[in-house]
């Protein structure tokens, strides 16, 4: 399977407890994307790599949140100190930048803080 | 700065009929526009895209979609509904240059009545 991969699909936390989320992007795409999604909305934006640089950041994504991208293929995302309000489904994309290209998503992982 | 409206939350049909899913965007300059679809629990997958040129673009699964500036929409069209079309469907939009992530709308759920 050469799609977007994401691991673990569903992840069960306590809160105050760290994640940390992988993304594995198609691998000659050199742009990789996070966004979350709440029950009942749209994905939104949280933050874009092209290569191993992290060229945004939406203000969603607090000072608890980090996101790497070493050596411009897989990324992690991670939460620290994680809190109710970060349960959600957490989606990656990825696509090959310049042109008319589109992003591929990953099936996400879900996070349920408890 | 870019948004997307979806006025319809939840729609049912029954399965043959037509099906109309409505997308109004904001945007200062030539948007991309794209519908994807996301069944429970799962990732999204890309149905279509518009990024230039004829305005009534085919899609996967036999859906399309028509791209008209004057009203700033960009609607999904199926003729015929089939039971595998209920899922939840997402119209994004995203900017023509730099990053070019996805701006989404809040979804349209679809049922599909036998």
């Known amino acids: 399977d050469t799609g977007v991969s994401q691991d673990p699909r569903h992840k069960i936390t306590k809160r105050g407890q760290n994640v940390t989320f992988r993304c594995d992007p198609i691998s000659e795409h050199n742009r990789l994307y996070w966004y979350r999604q709440t029950l009942g909305q749209g994905p939104e934006f949280l933050t874009y790599f092209q290569n191993e640089a992290q060229l945004e950041k939406s203000r969603l994504l607090s000072d608890r949140f980090s996101a790497e991208r070493p050596k411009g293929s897989f990324s992690t995302l991670e939460i620290q100190r994680t809190e109710q309000g970060d349960s959600a489904m957490y989606l990656c994309a990825s696509s090959f930048g310049g042109g008319n290209t589109e992003a591929f998503f990953g099936q996400g992982t879900r996070l349920t803080v408890v | 700065a870019q948004s997307v409206t979806q006025p319809d939350i939840h729609i049912t049909v029954s399965e043959g009929a037509s099906l109309e899913l409505r997308c109004n965007y904001s945007?200062?300059?030539?948007?991309?526009l794209f519908w994807y679809v996301q069944s429970p629990g799962q990732g999204l997958q890309l149905l279509l895209k518009?990024?230039?040129?004829?305005?009534l673009v085919q899609g996967i699964k036999g859906f399309e979609a028509e791209f008209k500036r004057s009203q700033s929409s960009f609607n999904l069209r199926k003729p015929s509904v089939h039971w595998s079309d209920a899922a939840e469907y997402f119209c994004a939009v995203a900017r023509d240059t730099g990053r070019r992530a996805l701006t989404f709308g809040s979804g349209t759920r679809l049922q599909v009545q036998p």
């Open positions: 518009y990024f230039s040129g004829d305005t």
């Open positions: 945007y200062g300059a030539t948007p991309y």
